[in-house]
């Protein structure tokens, strides 16, 4: 199992920037598929953003294309998101996820898909 820890939550006016960190630790952190999910209240987890262990694959959901990037740095087993032209609907507590899986297709968007997650990190965009 390896373990997930965010950073880099926090609160933003509409239009700001924000990045995202997930450390892990525990598993060898280049054999993992890595995700980002989020979490509005009253709402269900929803996929953002995933990349390959060899980062040469990246996908996005459609409400952040071009305004979100995903990327990992193996050398320090961290994930990032960068956010970008955040609106107050990203407004989310935003959890990273490790999947030791071969992911296919809609695998890579499926909760159930990502076995180690983080605690979560909040992220509030202001009006």
């Known amino acids: 199992q390896v373990q997930l820890v965010e950073s880099g939550g926090g609160l933003v006016q509409a239009g700001g920037s924000l990045r995202l960190s997930c450390a892990a630790s525990?598993?060898?952190?280049?054999?993992?598929?890595m995700g980002w999910f989020r979490q509005a209240p009253g709402r269900e987890r929803e996929f953002v953003a995933a990349?390959?262990?060899?980062?040469?694959?990246?996908y996005y959901a459609d409400s952040v294309k071009g305004r979100f990037t995903i990327s990992r740095d193996n050398a320090k087993n961290t994930t990032y998101l960068q956010m970008s032209s955040l609106k107050p609907e990203d407004t989310a507590v935003y959890f990273c996820?490790?999947?030791?899986?071969?992911?296919?297709?809609?695998?890579?968007?499926?909760?159930?898909?990502?076995?180690?997650w983080g605690p979560g990190t909040q992220v509030t965009v202001s009006s």
């Open positions: 525990g598993r060898t952190f280049t054999r993992l598929n």
């Open positions: 996820a490790a999947s030791q899986a071969v992911l296919y297709g809609t695998g890579w968007y499926t909760k159930a898909r990502y076995e180690s």
């Open positions: 990349i390959s262990w060899y980062s040469a694959s990246r």
